[in-house]
């Protein structure tokens, strides 16, 4: 199990953060051993369809090289002219074949891990200029796993390899002996098969260290269970900053509340621990509005503000209670509690508008049993 500078045990898969940071610095999984793979069996079926033409080509190429008229042997502006136009000829004829190999070469890298250009990965690093720091990495478990896989990786090429020469040593020492025409014809099909028996034993090695770099590159980037929590706290962000934050917002919420207090009607208390703040508009609202509420110094408050403003307070307890455990600020005030506010409004209007008002039994007012107030 992978540990920690500190010794901490590496434990936990890499978040999904942790694998783009890594993408972004441009540390992603990639086999050389697949490219190798790919490059020498596209070469290889290349050479299978398109490789007869070719070295038919080559062959009149090298025919029209050799054979020439006296007069260009003789004049140095000619001779010079026609090796022009062969290496010209021999270039248009490889084309083909470096594109292909090229565009391999390019797309091959991505097919594990992906796309991935990084400034960052390009960015010089003093450590990589350190001697000391290359010497660490020259004898790494890393640097010595690389030279055994490098090591099996020539071994099983070079057992391919002596192998296929061992079943065609007699058709390569056939090839000085034949006519130049069959000889090209012959080593190019040599050529295609070799291509095909290096490919098999990269083939094994390719399937081999995929799954190792996969499994490597994961490795890397494991995390301790410490690295995960401080991740997470980044991204959610510090539960101390964030509950500031939440203190800092509800300070603001309730300073717009009180601000509101002197527009209100009534406020209707507990007497002490609930204070409720309504306005009713009748040109212009449908529903009463509860303007603030607040409990114990909150409710003081907002008493405070009220008797400054000449605002009616009315003590109706279940009435307050209900209100502060079931409406909103800024919202109209429940549909079951209508006609309990509406019999405080009435009182309220009646002192208003007539000095006295009927008597209300405030404790009694009309609550549904089934609404929380409490």
Do not use: C
């Not at 002490?272 to 009713?280: D, E, G, M, N, R």
């Amino acid at each position: 199990m992978a540990e920690n500078a500190d010794g901490s045990e590496k434990s936990e898969e890499p978040t999904q953060k942790k694998l783009d940071d890594a993408r972004d610095k441009g540390q992603i999984p990639r086999s050389k051993e697949l490219t190798t793979l790919l490059i020498t069996l596209s070469a290889a079926i290349f050479m299978l369809l398109y490789g007869g033409a070719m070295m038919q080509d080559f062959i009149d190429m090298m025919i029209k090289g050799i054979s020439f008229d006296r007069d260009i042997a003789f004049d140095t502006q000619k001779m010079f002219d026609l090796i022009i136009a062969l290496i010209i000829k021999a270039i248009y004829l490889m084309l083909p074949f470096i594109l292909v190999m090229m565009f391999i070469a390019l797309v091959s890298p991505i097919l594990l891990g992906g796309w991935a250009f990084s400034a960052k990965a390009l960015a010089p690093k003093a450590s990589k200029l350190n001697p000391i720091s290359g010497i660490k990495r020259m004898f790494s478990v890393k640097a010595l796993l690389e030279l055994l896989k490098a090591f099996a990786k020539f071994s099983l090429v070079m057992a391919m390899a002596t192998y296929f020469l061992y079943f065609t040593f007699a058709e390569v020492l056939v090839l000085g002996i034949e006519p130049l025409k069959f000889a090209m014809a012959h080593s190019g099909s040599l050529i295609v098969q070799a291509f095909i028996f290096v490919s098999l034993s990269l083939l094994i090695v390719a399937a081999i260290d995929v799954p190792f770099q996969l499994w490597d590159h994961n490795k890397q980037l494991k995390m301790t269970k410490q690295e995960v929590k401080e991740e997470y706290k980044q991204q959610e962000g510090n539960p101390e900053v964030k509950g500031r934050i939440r203190q800092v917002q509800r300070e603001m919420s309730q300073r717009r509340m009180m601000q509101k207090v002197p527009e209100a009607d009534v406020i209707i208390t507990n007497p002490t621990h609930f204070a409720v703040a309504l306005k009713y508009d009748p040109e212009s609202m449908q529903e009463p509005m509860v303007l603030a509420m607040g409990v114990d110094f909150m409710a003081a408050q907002i008493r405070t503000i009220a008797k400054e403003n000449n605002i009616s307070i009315v003590e109706a307890p279940p009435l307050a209670r209900a209100l502060y455990y079931n409406a909103e600020i800024d919202r109209p005030i429940p549909y079951d509690l209508f006609k309990a506010v509406a019999s405080v409004l009435a009182y309220i209007y009646q002192l208003k508008e007539m000095g006295k008002a009927d008597e209300v039994d405030f404790a009694r007012l009309p609550i549904p049993p089934e609404m929380k107030t409490e």
